[in-house]
Structure formats: structure tokens, C-alpha cells
């Protein structure tokens, strides 16, 4: 899966250190930065939300481990680099 990175110029990649942008639906207790490494890249394996017939729980793209040990999910645009 992290082959795929390669091809899309995306500067999101799995081993990068990355800040997770909160979404507007997080909690208040939840909105410091988050700071962690990217495990994962499930970009060939995301289905596309309007497939899933619902608009909750959509499918995230990146699995981050956070600096506190939290394992975390986050979307496309989700992410920047640290």
C-alpha cells in the first residue's frame, strides 16, 4: 500500500511525522495538537463513502500513532507535515 504514495505526489507518506487537524465535530477536551508518526496508508483499500449508503463513520484514509500512544484515524486533508 505505501507504493501508492509514490505515484500520487502526495507529501503524506507512510514514516512521516505529521500534525492531526481536528474536525469540527472534536471534542472540546480534544483540541490540542496532535503530533504523531503515519503507520499506515489505506488509500487502495478506501471506499468511497457514497458506496457505504450512509454519511457517518466515513472510511479515514491515514493511521497515525500519536506522541502519547494513542492510534488514531484521519481522512484525507486531515494531515499535515510536522
Same mark, same amino acid.
Given at each position: 500500500?505505501?507504493?501508492?504514495?509514490? *505515484?500520487?505526489?502526495?507529501?503524506?507518506?507512510? +514514516?512521516?511525522?505529521?500534525?492531526?487537524?481536528? !474536525? !469540527?465535530? !472534536?471534542?472540546?477536551?480534544?483540541?490540542?495538537?496532535?503530533?504523531?508518526?503515519? =503507520?499506515?496508508?489505506?488509500?487502495?483499500?478506501?471506499?468511497?463513502?457514497?458506496? =457505504?449508503?450512509?454519511? #457517518?463513520?466515513?472510511? *479515514?484514509? #491515514?493511521?497515525?500513532?500519536?506522541?502519547? +500512544?494513542?492510534?488514531? !484515524?484521519?481522512?484525507?486533508?486531515? =494531515?499535515?507535515?510536522?
Amino acid at each position: 500500500m505505501t507504493d501508492s504514495n509514490t *505515484q500520487r505526489d502526495d507529501p503524506v507518506a507512510v +514514516g512521516s511525522r505529521v500534525k492531526v487537524i481536528s !474536525s !469540527s465535530g !472534536s471534542r472540546s477536551s480534544d483540541t490540542a495538537s496532535r503530533f504523531g508518526v503515519v =503507520l499506515e496508508d489505506y488509500a487502495d483499500a478506501v471506499i468511497d463513502n457514497s458506496d =457505504l449508503g450512509r454519511d #457517518w463513520a466515513p472510511v *479515514q484514509r #491515514w493511521a497515525i500513532a500519536l506522541d502519547d +500512544g494513542r492510534l488514531v !484515524s484521519a481522512a484525507d486533508g486531515g =494531515l499535515e507535515l510536522a
